[in-house]
């Protein structure tokens, strides 16, 4: 099952952050954080039992 995690992206210089702000941080630009979301694909990984001669 894939979950999803959003980013902020800044369209003047890229800077990327977690929560939106009406400034970036970065360049200091007003309202040109874009929400941007991946999906992530969380797989459980077995490990391999390992047995004594």
Do not use: D
């Amino acid at each position: 099952m894939a979950n999803r995690t959003s980013n902020f992206v800044c369209q003047q210089c890229g800077y990327s952050q977690v929560g939106w702000a009406g400034r970036c941080p970065n360049c200091g630009s007003w309202g040109s954080l874009v929400e941007t979301i991946e999906a992530i694909n969380k797989r459980k990984v077995k490990s391999e039992k390992h047995k004594e001669l």
